[in-house]
């Protein structure tokens, strides 16, 4: 049976395990959210790549999957590299979506709504240039949409100001142009979609990578054989899963773990 390992600063990159379930039912999912390190978006690039490095590392000691998923993409434009040089099983990571924005566009303005960690990475730079060179790009960094996000998926009622504040720099006016596409690049943000069309100032094109990513990862392990699915969900501060959460969990076939993962 394929055993994935699926991390992420917090509990964003349940957008990515969620579909990762729909395309592999019968594989057995670790999911890991660092909560005791979140937020991801403002740390130092040196901090946050040691930090990462080392943490997946023993996560692949204790649980040996048969693949890594890095559902942050503040992670993954940073560690991918030293990780596929550490460890020879696969990693699959995620990447702003410039590539279908720009191939979906019609105006030619699109946005790219991040942290501001993957805002700054040269990879997100280089992927506005190898796939979105003949638009208008513009990134919008925001520092606090994954705690507005985190707080939501606790259960916590929504900030239509704050959400609104946020998202309002992604929306460019150009003559008789505007945006119509903005990429979701970080795996909380799906979870505020319903309230960024809800707020947003026109109707746009929200492109959330999950899909595709699940799709990266069937054709990196494969089907599978047939198994009973399921799996284990950690948070690494060791506390108590939110309530609001636990459907979300068992909904996927993950049983939520309140101590550290340690196997």
Excluded: Q
């Excluded at 600063?9 to 057995?28: C, K």
């Excluded at 696969?90 to 924005?101: E, H, I, R, S, Y």
């Excluded at 638009?135 to 998926?153: K, Y």
């Excluded at 089907?223 to 948070?235: C, K, Q, S």
Aim: aromatic share 6%.
């Amino acid at each position: 049976m394929t055993r994935l390992l699926v991390f992420d600063s917090g509990i964003g990159g349940l957008s990515v395990a969620s579909e990762i379930r729909l395309a592999l039912p019968a594989a057995e999912m670790i999911y890991v959210a660092d909560d005791a390190g979140f937020p991801y978006g403002e740390r130092s690039d040196d901090d946050l790549g040691v930090h990462v490095v080392e943490l997946i590392g023993a996560l692949i000691d204790v649980f040996t999957p048969d693949a890594v998923v890095i559902a942050c993409n503040t992670a993954s434009t940073l560690v991918l590299p030293p990780l596929r040089e550490r460890f020879s099983i696969p990693f699959v990571g995620t990447v702003p979506a410039v590539k279908p924005a720009a191939e979906h566009t019609r105006s030619g303005l699109i946005s790219v709504l991040a942290t501001p960690g993957t805002m700054r990475r040269d990879y997100t730079r280089a992927l506005i240039e190898s796939h979105a060179s003949h638009c208008a790009v513009r990134l919008v960094g925001s520092a606090n949409l994954a705690p507005i996000a985190e707080a939501v998926m606790r259960g916590e009622p929504a900030d239509d100001a704050a959400i609104a504040t946020e998202i309002g720099p992604a929306f460019v006016e150009d003559g008789d142009r505007r945006t119509d596409s903005i990429v979701l690049a970080c795996t909380h943000y799906p979870f505020l979609k319903v309230d960024f069309v809800r707020l947003a100032p026109w109707p746009v094109e929200w492109i959330d990578p999950a899909p595709a990513i699940a799709r990266r990862v069937v054709s990196v392990v494969g089907e599978g054989e047939g198994g009973p699915g399921g799996g284990l969900a950690y948070l690494t501060s060791g506390k108590v899963w939110p309530e609001p959460l636990v459907g979300v969990l068992k909904e996927m076939g993950l049983a939520p773990m309140s101590e550290p993962a340690s196997g």
